[in-house]
């Protein structure tokens, strides 16, 4: 019987690819909206700052943003966890401590996103 | 399975291709952005928070080595997004090849580099 990966995002390697892309396309998107935005405000005062984030499809494109962010840090964490963080490389408490960075990592993408829903629905 | 087998991929003992440096920036860049991540949340909270603390960001902002860090985030964010806009052109089978991919790397390097140099005119011009 196979062995079931267990901290991956998606639960399988494909489902995990296509959530890494997806998640890409909406954290450049919004990337190159933002810094696009800011260059076009040289002079940007704190109520156009404001006004920006307290309009809806503004919020909703943050939190999208905020969300593809987590899960793509997620996955590409895991990658690289599980490439260095390894019995081969570091020895026999390597898996022990892979499983503590993996929670410690998961346990910050969601303090993120809470964070982030606050800050952008306090206002 | 026996897990004392022999392992023939040791890097440090291998030459690795402009892919290979490539790639390992990719997943630098990326634990790095990480590693900021609470810091680019704290500008956004900081920048909404109050009209005070919007001003007290930009004067933050300002100073000299914050401008260095800044400068830094950019170059980190900069150099992911076009390292994997290259992942994405690849999985839609365009460079694929042994010569393709080290275009690709060179290409990556190359506007990686006028991104950052950009990067760097915007924040101190």
């Not at chain 2, 603390?53 to 150099?79: E, P, Q, R």
């Amino acid at each position: 019987m196979a062995v079931k990966p267990v901290t991956n995002l998606g639960r399988s390697g494909l489902s995990d690819w296509l959530i890494q892309r997806v998640s890409a396309v909406v954290i450049a998107l919004y990337t190159l909206w933002l810094i696009g935005y800011l260059l076009s405000h040289p002079d940007l005062t704190y109520a156009q700052w404001a006004g920006l984030h307290q309009y809806f499809p503004m919020r909703l494109f943050s939190l999208l943003a905020v969300l593809a962010m987590a899960a793509h840090a997620w996955i590409g964490l895991w990658a690289v966890l599980t490439d260095y963080v390894t019995v081969r490389l570091m020895g026999g408490r390597a898996t022990a401590l892979r499983v503590l960075l993996q929670v410690g990592m998961v346990g910050a993408l969601l303090a993120y996103v809470i964070w982030a829903v606050d800050i952008l629905w306090r206002g | 399975m026996n897990d004392k087998r022999p392992v023939n991929l040791d890097i440090r003992t291998i030459q690795l291709p402009i892919t290979a440096y490539v790639s390992i920036l990719h997943r630098v860049s990326g634990v790095a952005l990480f590693g900021v991540a609470g810091l680019m949340l704290w500008m956004l909270d900081q920048s909404l928070r109050s009209e005070a603390s919007f001003d007290g960001l930009k004067a933050i902002l300002a100073s000299g080595w914050c401008k260095l860090v800044l400068w830094a985030m950019l170059s980190a964010v900069a150099y992911h997004l076009v390292a994997g806009i290259r992942h994405l052109i690849m999985d839609l089978g365009v460079g694929e090849t042994l010569k393709g991919g080290v275009l690709g790397a060179r290409l990556v390097l190359i506007v990686t580099a006028i991104l950052i140099a950009l990067a760097g005119v915007w924040i101190w011009q």
